[in-house]
Structures are given as C-alpha cells and as structure tokens.
C-alpha cells in the first residue's frame, strides 16, 4: 500500500489529461471514481486530492491557469485518456509537455526507474496514430480487461451491461497508478520550472524535415586526455561520456540534451567532436541544425582546441553553443576565472555574440535544470537563423507560367 511522504508537496496523486468534449460528464464520473479508488488503497490524507482534473479547456493562445500549472507541477502521476481527438488537442500536447520535462530531470537522476505516465483508453485509438511520445509508453491495455482493451472506458461507463468489467478496469488503473507513483517517486517542482508551453504531440507522425533534425555536438576531453589534476569523475573513453552533472545525473548531458531535444519536437542525432566536425565546419545546413556542448576544460587540449578555434572562424549561426557549468565541481570553481578567460579567448564568435538569439554566457547554466530550461531557447535561436540562412527553392516538378493580368478595357 502506498505510503504518504512527510514534507512532499501536497499535490495531486494523478493528473488526469483529457480532450473536452459535450461527454466531459462522464469523464468527471470516471475521474471520481479513479480517484476514490487511489484514496481507498493509499494512506493519503482526506483531506488531500488523490487526483486533479481540469473542468474547463484553456482557450487557444492562452496560458495555463494557476491551478493547473500547479497540479501538473507537483502530480505523482500523468495520466493521458486516450481518445482519437485527445491527440489533436494542443493543451493536451501541451500538459504532456509540461509533465515530460519533470521526467526528463528524474530520468537524468534515477534512470531506472519506471515511468510515472499511466494512459489509460476513453476509447480505441490505432496504434499507428499515436505520436511518438505516447509510442515510447509501454503499457498493456489487456491487463485492465479484455473488454477494456477493445471498448474503452466510454463504452463500459454507458453500457449497464459492462458494469462488473468497468468496475474492475477503474481498479486495475488505480493498481497501475499507485504502483507507478511509487516506485518512480517524482519530485515535485515550481511551476517556472515546466519550460517553455510546447505541443508534445507536434510533428509526430511525419518525415522529420531539416529545420526539426539537431546534431548534437560533444567538445570534451577523454580520461586519457585531461589536463594536469583534472578528475576523472566526469569523463569516459569518448568525448560523448562526458556527464559534468556528476554524481547527481546519471545520463550522460549528450542524452540529456537530446531528451530535451526530442520533447522539443526536434530529432536528435548525437556525435564526438572527432565524428561532428566534418558536419560543423562543412558550413552546410540542409543537414538541419546544430548543437555543440563544450567543456569548459577542453581549453587545455591543443587538438581540441584547434578544432574549436576552426570552427568559430565560420559563420555557423544554425549551430547554438552551450557550455554547462557545475557549481558543484569544486575544481572548475576553483578555476572558474581562468576556464573563463581561455573559453572567450578560444571562442569570441561563439561565446560574445550580440546578434539576437545569441548563444548563451557559459555561466548562465549551472545545473540540470537551467540546462532543460535554456536548451529550447538555444535550438529555437538555432532555428531562427537556419531560416535565415537556408536557400529557399521551389516545389519539385512544372510550375506553370503566371496569367498575364490586364485591364478591362484593354483592346481585345
């Protein structure tokens, strides 16, 4: 049995995500009786709310309201209700989002433990049509009953003759949500801290064009390449091992950045320097975009350092630039002035743009979560000068002369 946490957040256990529709009063059943099953089997106080459901749609173009924000903030369990039309709403996309970007910061720290997003079926979806982040989700609607599986919970709560199976389905889930709020134990954040209001949903199910591909860069030395006294604690046999969040993360930040990436709708692939420069410094964007994450230490490896120094002579504006830095690396605090120093000297195109969407001062980012939160603003600078940049052609095959245009009372 689940087991209340003292000193957690006093949110929401489960966040039901839902498409509103006229049906939404049976939805507000299903919800009720969820989260009288989630009250029942954990030791949550009454006077807490085992779930939150948002009883009116937010309109287009605006913003969370302050309670839905805060139950998405400090929820132990996303759970999306499936439905054709759920995945074609944008604030469905967008709580999706917000919650995503909490699991990517407990990823990055527990990256075994199981996930904290339960779908549960309003009705059949086609497994073809699902974005690719409810792809990545692995859950067996089987188990909550095979009449479920091929209904959906909106056939079962209207039909009286299904009554016993949606009864047991409302159990199972509640099993499933608990077992799920328990052993991935999310922490719960600010409301600041979900990013950027994004479509979780957008751009899935089609080819990846340019603009939305990242390459993602790794300039950092090896363990058989660090400068005098440096610890090995961060670095691996590739450029690509290397982890400055130690011991807190357990990913390494290349998998970090393309978690971000990937929730920020952009396809990410990820490269060494040695792998990358060719792609960087053909000065060639049609591959899409660019990302290179530089250690600050790499200043004091010459081949490294060549090949950065290379690489700011070029006008590389699709390519952003991120330099994380922990302020719980004792040694690169130490040497944070000189690390500083060498970096503008090695970088000045990089690292001391004034163009608008400029890459970001290697200072500014100094824990994971500054890194989730600023990634998306690099890549959408990225962006922004990718489109600038890109030559425009035309669509492929005849395109037909234009209609002379003339007067009315032209001559005929």
Known sequence: MSEDRPGRDPGPYFF?????????????????????????????????????????????????????????????????????????????????????????????????????????????????????????????????????????????????????????????????????????????CRTNELGQRRDAFAMSGRQTPADRRVTVVVAAPTVDRLPSGRSTSFYGSSSNDWNPFHPASRQTIAEYAAGVARLNSYEPTVLSLEEGFDFLSSGDPSGGLGLLLV?????????????????????????????????????????????????????PNRLGDARPFAPLNPARITSLEQFRLRLPEVLDGALFRYLNHVEAHPPAGHIPPRPRLTRTDDAT
């Not at 903030?73 to 909490?102: D, I, K, N």
């Not at 990823?107 to 990545?136: E, Q």
């Open 295 to 347: 250690d600050a230490w790499v200043t004091g490896d010459d081949e490294t350092a060549r090949r950065l120094r290379d690489l700011d002579s070029l006008d590389l504006g699709w390519v952003g630039t991120v330099v994380p830095w922990n302020r719980e690396d004792e040694q690169t605090l130490q040497r944070g002035d000189a690390l500083r120093d060498a970096l503008r000297v090695l970088l």
């Open 16 to 188: 039901l995500g839902y498409a509103h529709t006229p049906e939404r009063p049976w939805v507000e059943r299903l919800f009720k009786d969820l989260s009288a099953e989630v009250m029942e089997r954990t030791t949550l106080p009454v006077s807490a709310d085992a779930g939150f459901m948002d009883l009116a749609a937010i309109p287009l173009g605006g913003d969370w309201r302050d309670e839905v924000g805060r139950a998405l903030a400090t929820c132990r369990v996303f759970v999306p209700l499936y439905s054709p039309r759920f995945f074609t709403r944008e604030e469905c996309g967008y709580e999706w989002h917000a919650f995503g970007q909490r699991v990517l910061d407990h990823r990055v720290r527990f990256p075994s433990s199981p996930t904290p997003i339960v779908p549960a079926l309003w009705t059949p979806v086609d497994p073809g049509a699902l974005p690719d982040v409810a792809r990545r989700i692995q859950m067996n609607h089987a188990d909550l009953g095979v009449e479920y599986a091929q209904e959906g919970f909106y056939t079962l709560i209207k039909n009286t003759l299904y009554r016993q199976e949606y009864v047991t389905a409302v159990q199972r889930l509640a099993r499933h949500i608990i077992r799920a709020g328990d052993g991935a134990r999310l922490s719960p």
